[in-house]
């Protein structure tokens, strides 16, 4: 069966900053919170590798760009990092960072890839961290002069521009469940961070259009369906939907509609956790959405009622509401402990469709992230992933048949372009294209996949 997808969709992948450039003398770069987590508790980072060893991509630029041609990239996202533009947070612009990130854009296009740029990829300058970071309303507008500063420096040539990258993870991350900095249990501060993300997003939408550039502004959201254990088990329903609430709805809703869902927002007023509000923010949000949507998707949650005691350990969280649901014979990444469920792409297209008034959308993550990559290399030092070349196909089928029923979904970025660092987990698993040699000064190969890529790209499908 062939498979085509419509003309000019984007082929390309996605990557970040903070997981790519490094870190290196001279550079201007101030500590992000990842650089000052690291200094302080090292031993947390797979293998101890910190954000200084990422692949490279600050020195190695001009030959990933060339790599990035030949695995078929008409496309690739990246970040800025806010540490490295203004290391304070606020004040002064880095010049060596405006000279590096007009390098890195001007060669892209030079080379006939579109460069996508977001603009916040969990990277807190932590000179405003130390403020509070999103917990506190200065940062929101730091954050707007800085987004301001980006779409001056870099507007007349990048035209896709993001906000954020899964704003859903600083608040799991950072005030849940921590797995990110400052590592605090705290639901009040979780919804907090969360409003001031989504207001700062609109107000980013706000300043791109006031200034009349003539690109697109989105947000990148990781939308992970939530799925009842049983769908004709009403308490069953209503956890999933509490579940998607939580983590997807809470993004998705002001980003697409301007407003948030009912559901969360009386859940968080029951809380007596509802954000401080001023006037003229929900006003900001509802006029401010999104012009196209970047979806990131990898595994799919089950859920079931909830039938654990609550843990009042730490005040109320998320979990109160809903248990995970251990689904019998699902097929699994076991190197990462991720569900993998094809079908859950198309589920999610479907959804903008029929929900979002099929806001025009692309895929902007998936991808497969395994460990010990090198026992699969062949005689020619290539890596044969082709667990990664059947997990693509399988998904793009699915985006495929989404596009045939008339979603707007209009490109494909794989997550990631070549290994790189994944902040506790490091190098832990590796997601690329192409291979990054770390005891060879970040040497690249391109794997299988990265061959196959570039058929795909040039045949426009498969």
């Known amino acids: 069966m062939t498979v085509k997808f419509p ?17 290196y003398e001279n550079d201007g770069k101030s500590e992000s919170i990842w650089d000052h987590w690291f200094q302080t508790e090292p031993e947390k980072y797979f293998d101890g590798v910190g ?13 990933d760009i060339q790599l990035m041609k030949q695995i078929g990239h008409n496309t690739f996202r990246t970040s800025i ?3 490295r533009l203004i290391p304070n947070g606020v004040g002064e612009v880095n010049q060596e960072a405006v000279r ?7 060669e892209l296009i030079a080379n006939g890839i579109e460069p996508f740029m977001n603009l916040y990829h969990f990277d807190m300058p932590f000179a405003l961290q130390e403020k509070g970071g999103w917990l506190s309303r200065e940062t929101v507008e730091a954050y707007v002069v800085y987004v301001k500063t980006c779409f001056e420096l870099f507007g007349d040539r990048v035209k896709h521009w993001f906000t954020h990258n899964e704003p859903v993870v600083p608040v799991e991350g950072g005030y849940l469940y921590q797995f990110h900095y400052p590592c605090e249990i705290d639901m009040k501060k979780a919804v907090t961070v969360g409003y001031h993300e989504v207001l700062s997003s609109a107000k980013a939408i706000q300043a791109y259009h006031e200034m009349g550039l003539d690109g697109e502004i989105g947000i990148i959201l990781n939308l992970t369906p939530s799925y009842p254990r049983d769908e004709k088990n009403p308490e069953d329903v209503k956890a999933a939907k509490i579940a998607d609430a939580f983590f997807n709805r809470s993004f998705l809703d002001p980003s697409v509609k301007g407003e948030f869902p009912a559901d969360l927002v009386e859940i968080v007023k029951d809380l007596e956790m509802l954000p401080e509000i001023h006037e003229g923010d929900l006003e900001t949000i509802q006029n401010n959405t999104v012009d196209i949507l970047g979806i990131n998707y990898y595994t799919p949650r089950r859920i079931k009622a909830k039938e654990t005691p609550v843990d009042h350990t730490h005040g109320p969280m998320p979990d109160d509401y809903f248990d995970v649901y251990d689904m019998p014979g699902k097929k699994m990444n076991p190197y990462r402990g991720w569900e993998i469920y094809e079908k859950g792409i198309y589920d999610i297209l479907t959804n903008t469709r029929e929900n979002y008034g099929n806001i025009r959308c692309y895929i902007s993550e998936n991808g497969m992230g395994v460990e010990g990559e090198e026992r699969f290399i062949n005689d020619q030092g290539q890596i044969e992933d082709d667990y990664r070349i059947e997990f693509v196909k399988d998904h793009l089928s699915y985006v495929h048949q989404a596009i045939q029923e008339g979603t707007n979904c209009v490109g494909y970025h794989m997550w990631t372009c070549m290994d790189n660092w994944s902040w506790l987990n490091a190098y832990k698993n590796r997601y690329g294209f192409i291979a990054v040699d770390l005891a060879q000064e970040g040497k690249r190969t391109i794997k299988k996949s990265g061959h196959w890529y ?7 499908g498969f």
Do not use: C, L, M
């Open 100 to 106: 590096f990130y007009n390098d890195y854009i001007d």
């Open 51 to 63: 954000p200084e060893k990422t692949s490279r991509v600050y020195k190695k630029y001009k030959e």
């Open 454 to 460: 570039k058929t795909v790209s040039d045949n426009n």
């Open 81 to 83: 990092q806010w540490s």
């Open 7 to 23: 003309e000019n969709f984007w082929w390309g992948s996605s990557a970040s900053g903070p997981q790519t450039e490094g870190r």
